[in-house]
């Protein structure tokens, strides 16, 4: 234990394991939640070989931001595919220039930092299904219980989260 409320240590806080198909997969350790902090989220990401944490999306309230710690990968941001590796930044903005998905492309484990505002609502849209995701109470990667709402949809009907990926 770090020995103040506003300071956690990595080590103190448990993996959230998440994997879907042969394609998404990743741990978690969401620094920002184990200590209650508001405005600003920071997780900690490791993602196995070929695979990718998240479907390639934008917010409309919400930036991001990435440094690589281990291992490396191809960062899609808007319409290029950049490689990254230990040591690198990115910024990823609110909007449709700050579409993004980090895959890892190597042979071990990508890690890195994500540090996201968490505004709320928000709204998440999914370029290459077609989708958007939106949220009330607690923004994306915030605190489930205290979101009020959140929806997945389609032109069409409501889908789930990896429909189309």
Partial sequence: MAGHSNVVNERDIEWAEVSHGERFGHRRKSLGAAIGGGKLGASIYEVPPGKRAWPRHYHLANEEAIYVLGGSGALRIGDDEIPVSKGDYATLPAGEAGAHQLVNTSDDNLTY????????????????????????????????????????????????YFDGE
């Fill in 113 to 160: 930092l994500c540090f996201s505002t968490m505004d709320t609502p928000d709204v998440m849209v999914y370029p290459d299904s077609d989708k958007l995701g939106v949220f009330g109470g607690a923004a994306p990667g915030g605190p489930k219980e205290k979101r009020t709402f959140s929806k997945f949809l389609a032109a069409s009907p409501e889908v789930g």
